[in-house]
Every structure is written in C-alpha cells, then in structure tokens.
C-alpha cells in the first residue's frame, strides 16, 4: 500500500477497481491470439488428415472407374477425410496452392510464447487483487463507524 501512496479505505477501494480493469484488460488481449491459435491447431489437424492419405487418394485416382467403386467402398472413411480436409484447406489457403505449414508453426508458437507472457502477467495481477482485497476485508471493518466519506477519519 505504501508503495502506491494508498493511505485511505476510499483510495484502496479505487486501486482494487484499477487492478481488476487490468485484469479484465489482460484477458481481453488473450482473447484474439487463443481464437487465432485455435484456428491455427484446427488447420494443422487439417493438413495432417491430408497428408496422412494423399497418397490413398492418388493411388484411387489413378485406378481405372471400374476398380475405383471397390476401392473407394473398401477405403471410404480415409478417402473420405481426405476429401473433407482437402476442401477445408482449399477455403483456408485463399487462393494459394502450397500449403504454408512453416509460416503457421511460426505463428503457432509466437502466439503460443505471448499467451504464456499474458498467462503470467494475468496470474500476477490476480495474486495482486487477491492481497488487496484480503487488506481490504481486514480494514474494512476495523474502519470507523461514523461517517465513511470523511477521509480523516478512514485513514489507514
């Protein structure tokens, strides 16, 4: 309290409003790099379906229409996730043919580094909060009784 020239109960009631505006403040800044980290996981779940049975899908195109039905009912669950991810990466790629898997990992764990500073930041302004309220509730009912906008007397 001394450390922020807090010397009333009025003035300790203000600073724990200013802290949880902080608080709030940092959990805005997290919002939008979790919904783009979000977005990011989602596109590497994509890619790795994708990946994981294109060379199925090449192997089913390249059969003659014949032995494709048989081949597409013995493998329909991959080829079929195959073709899920491929229609989901060409709405995600805008335009682009090659998927940009290095650029997204940056990304990923650039997000991922400023959400762990945000985190820590968010924990101790918490811990903050939390030690100036309990003062808050100890001076709180040792304040005295008569009138409470009179700063003199609220004095801590």
Do not use: C
Request: no cysteine.
């Amino acid at each position: 309290m001394q450390d922020n020239n807090i010397t009333t109960l009025s003035e300790l009631s203000a600073k724990i409003v200013s802290m949880h505006s902080e608080v709030i403040a940092i959990r805005e800044k997290m919002k939008p790099a979790e919904r783009r980290l979000n977005k990011l996981n989602e596109h590497f779940a994509q890619v790795k379906i994708y990946q994981e049975y294109s060379a199925l899908y090449e192997q089913y195109k390249n059969l003659n229409p014949k032995q494709q039905h048989a081949f597409f009912q013995q493998h329909h669950a991959a080829l079929t996730q195959f073709d899920s991810a491929h229609k989901y990466l060409e709405v995600h790629l805008n335009g682009r043919k090659t998927i940009p898997l290095a650029k997204w990992q940056t990304e990923a764990a650039e997000l991922t580094d400023e959400l762990k500073g945000l985190r820590l930041k968010l924990d101790h302004q918490k811990e903050e909060v939390r030690k100036a309220e309990t003062v808050q509730r100890t001076i709180a009912p040792s304040a005295p009784k008569g009138n409470r906008k009179d700063e003199k007397e609220n004095r801590l």
